[in-house]
């Protein structure tokens, strides 16, 4: 396993990056912005990265934008259609955005129309509803319409391996997520001042921010494993690896989030801090696909 980035997937990670930075909400009163929501569902439809699978790109690829996203709080559909896309590009050629259920209701629905359920090795479409509660403000659920309407069957491999992809992009936008959050935590840390000094001049805070970067560090390297697991392992042996990267990360990026708060103060426990958006992201991504410890030990598939 060679864990580069080829020249192609860095450029694709620095276009990804650049579309984040450029037209991510960047602090709460951004989420309201209608103009730039705007621009940005006009631009990543434009890449044509919600239909990633179908044009051929890999795991890996997938998990690459999906990071960026997280890391600048994209706010758009990005991740739910990127998946319904990999398992209806095995029943159809067209490539429509829809979003993906969980459960029953539409994920990462925001502006679609149909969605798509996967029950066992059987596929169907819903017309999505009204918007449901959720804790994050930057991606939504939806409700779906019965009733649902058969698309067609699918192998055991193809639902495994689209199993997989859905852990696997869930820990890269956790990964994403946990980078931005430490981002704007070392940022504050670099001006707030306490007795003349930049906070982060002090071991007590220095250190957490230290154990954060380590904690993404690890993460990271059990994300691309896990991203080049999809395509290149047996389905069973993808999904192990996900599961495994899926706790880690997980877990990790509620650890970054909730120290990023800290490292804020008592500002960070405010609704304009922008800490609380990244932490709801993860914690709404953890509950996406989740897995459990029992699990991997058992090492079910």
């Given at each position: ?28 009163q ?7 929501r ?24 997938v ?13 758009v ?67 779906l ?10 192998d ?5 391996r ?27 840390a670099k ?5 003349g ?18 904690l ?7 994300l691309?494993?896990?991203a ?10 993808a ?7 899926k ?31 990244y ?23």
């Amino acid at each position: 396993m060679d864990v580069r980035l080829t020249n192609e997937q860095q450029q694709l990670r620095d276009a990804a990056a650049r579309l984040a930075d450029e037209l991510g909400p960047g602090s709460v009163q951004g989420l309201d912005d209608a103009a730039r929501r705007a621009r940005l569902e006009k631009t990543v439809d434009s890449t044509g990265w919600r239909s990633l699978r179908s044009d051929g790109a890999s795991g890996v690829e997938v998990a690459i934008i999906a990071e960026e996203f997280g890391r600048g709080l994209v706010d758009v559909p990005f991740l739910g259609p990127v998946l319904a896309d990999d398992l209806r590009r095995h029943l159809s050629e067209d490539q429509q955005t829809w979003a993906i259920a969980i459960g029953d209701d539409a994920f990462d629905a925001h502006g679609l129309k149909q969605a798509l359920v996967v029950r066992g090795t059987t596929v169907l479409s819903a017309e999505i509803g009204e918007a449901a509660p959720g804790a994050d403000l930057t991606r939504g659920f939806a409700t779906l319409a019965e009733p649902y309407t058969p698309i067609g069957d699918l192998d055991a491999e193809p639902i495994e391996r689209g199993y997989a992809l859905a852990l696997v992009a869930t820990c890269a936008d956790l990964v994403g997520t946990a980078r931005g959050a430490q981002t704007v935590a070392i940022e504050y840390a670099k001006i707030r001042e306490q007795y003349g000094k930049a906070i982060g001049s002090y071991q007590a805070v220095a250190h957490l921010l230290a154990e954060s970067q380590a904690l993404i560090e690890g993460s990271i390297s059990v994300l691309r494993h896990a991203a080049w697991a999809v395509d290149e392992l047996a389905p069973a042996d993808a999904v192990r690896a996900a599961r495994i990267a899926k706790i880690y990360c997980a877990r990790a990026a509620r650890t970054v989030c909730e120290t990023a708060v800290q490292v804020h103060g008592g500002i960070g426990n405010t609704w304009e801090c922008i800490e609380h958006v990244y932490l709801r992201r993860a914690l709404t991504s953890t509950e996406l696909f989740p897995v459990s410890l029992e699990e991997i030990d058992l090492g079910l598939s």
